[in-house]
């Protein structure tokens, strides 16, 4: 069975930091890529990072420069650390498990795109 758990989001004043974590198991690590993507209420799910098993970074051009990516794949984990959150960043933060095949077009930026996913962790940036 997949299981993508997310972890790490929480309440943070405008300015400040977090780094959100995505365990996952039930899948070879190698053979997917990781997606973030978030959720605003009333809004659509945007991704804001992708995340090869190798280490390569994608990110779309509306979270370049605050939103860094990495992993760990001895942990099977991988992680988004946000900078200067602003109250716009408020969502819920998901993390996705898709095909490697992803990361050669914009198809890494479609939810639809993705195979699993996990539930979802708040993040809620205060001004």
């Known amino acids: 069975e997949v299981q993508l758990v997310e972890s790490g989001g929480g309440l943070v004043q405008a300015g400040g930091s977090l780094r959100l974590s995505c365990a996952a198991s039930?899948?070879?690590?190698?053979?997917?890529?990781i997606g973030w993507f978030r959720q605003a209420p009333g809004k659509e799910r945007e991704g804001v990072a992708c995340i090869s098993s190798d280490g390569a970074t994608y990110y779309p051009w509306s979270a370049k420069g605050r939103f860094t990516g990495s992993s760990d794949a001895a942990k099977n984990t991988v992680y988004l650390h946000m900078n200067s959150l602003k109250p716009e960043d408020t969502a819920v933060y998901y993390c996705a498990a898709g095909s490697k095949a992803l990361l050669g077009d914009l198809r890494k930026w479609w939810p639809a795109s993705y195979d699993y996913w996990g539930q979802g962790t708040q993040v809620t940036v205060s001004s």
């Open positions: 039930g899948i070879t690590f190698d053979n997917f890529v």
